[in-house]
């Protein structure tokens, strides 16, 4: 069984700094793709970043030059460097993956969630 186990959110004043950290475990043949998104009380949930299996970075225009995506592939885990946050980034945040595991399916995996929240 796959399960993608994200940590590291929680409270921060403005301008603070979280890093997020997205664990997959289980059987995992082949790992592609994975990301990180976010959704707001209200609001869709909405892309923020990605990162290929050979490193290939993509960023909205609302987190670019503030979040940084990394992966760790010997770990199977997926890292969000966020800094500079601002009110308006707190969201529950979810990390995603594309895996085949042993049955050799390729499907989207996707965190529990963790709450970020930024307020003074």
């Known amino acids: 069984q796959v399960q993608l186990v994200e940590s590291g959110g929680g409270l921060v004043q403005p301008g603070g700094s979280l890093r997020l950290s997205c664990a997959a475990s289980?059987?995992?043949?082949?790992?592609?793709?994975m990301g990180w998104y976010r959704q707001a009380p209200g609001k869709q949930r909405e892309l923020l970043t990605t990162?290929?299996?050979?490193?290939?970075?993509n960023y909205v225009d609302s987190v670019k030059g503030r979040f940084t995506i990394s992966r760790d592939n010997a770990k199977n885990t997926v890292y969000l460097q966020m800094n500079s946050l601002k009110p308006e980034d707190t969201a529950v945040y979810y990390c995603?993956?594309?895996?085949?595991?042993?049955?050799?399916?390729?499907?989207?995996?996707w965190g529990q969630g963790t709450q970020v929240t930024v307020s003074s």
């Open positions: 995603n993956a594309d895996l085949r595991s042993n049955d050799l399916v390729r499907r989207t995996y």
């Open positions: 289980g059987i995992i043949v082949n790992l592609y793709g």
């Open positions: 990162i290929t299996s050979g490193g290939t970075i």
